[in-house]
């Protein structure tokens, strides 16, 4: 199993800066590709960023221009950099990895969620 640990979470005024970090523990051999992805209340969870192992980046419109997703292989690291965060920006924001365990399985898996609420 692969656990993921969220932090970076917080309340923000509006054109404020968070950065969202997600740690991998556990038993894998291998981290693939690395996704954020985020849920409003009443709302689907939607993908908010994604990056592969070649660090080939994928962003939401809405956050093109705004948001940075990085990751750090030797720290088995994903990072979400947010700047000038909206209050639509406001959500639950959930990690996802895909991972081969020790035990030769193929998964995706979620982190416990992180709250970002952007408010004035």
């Known amino acids: 199993q692969v656990q993921l640990v969220e932090s970076g979470g917080g309340l923000v005024q509006p054109g404020g800066s968070l950065r969202l970090s997600c740690v991998a523990a556990?038993?894998?051999?291998?981290?693939?590709?690395m996704r954020w992805y985020r849920q409003a209340p009443g709302q689907q969870r939607d993908l908010v960023a994604a990056?592969?192992?070649?660090?080939?980046?994928t962003y939401a419109d809405s956050v093109k221009g705004r948001f940075t997703i990085s990751r750090d292989n030797a720290k088995n690291t994903v990072s979400l950099q947010m700047n000038d965060l909206k209050p639509e920006d406001t959500a639950d924001y959930y990690c996802?990895?895909?991972?081969?365990?020790?035990?030769?399985?193929?998964?995706?898996?979620w982190g416990q969620g992180t709250r970002v609420t952007v408010a004035s």
């Open positions: 996802n990895v895909g991972a081969q365990t020790t035990s030769g399985m193929f998964g995706n898996f």
């Open positions: 990056v592969t192992t070649g660090n080939i980046t």
């Open positions: 556990g038993g894998f051999l291998s981290l693939y590709a």
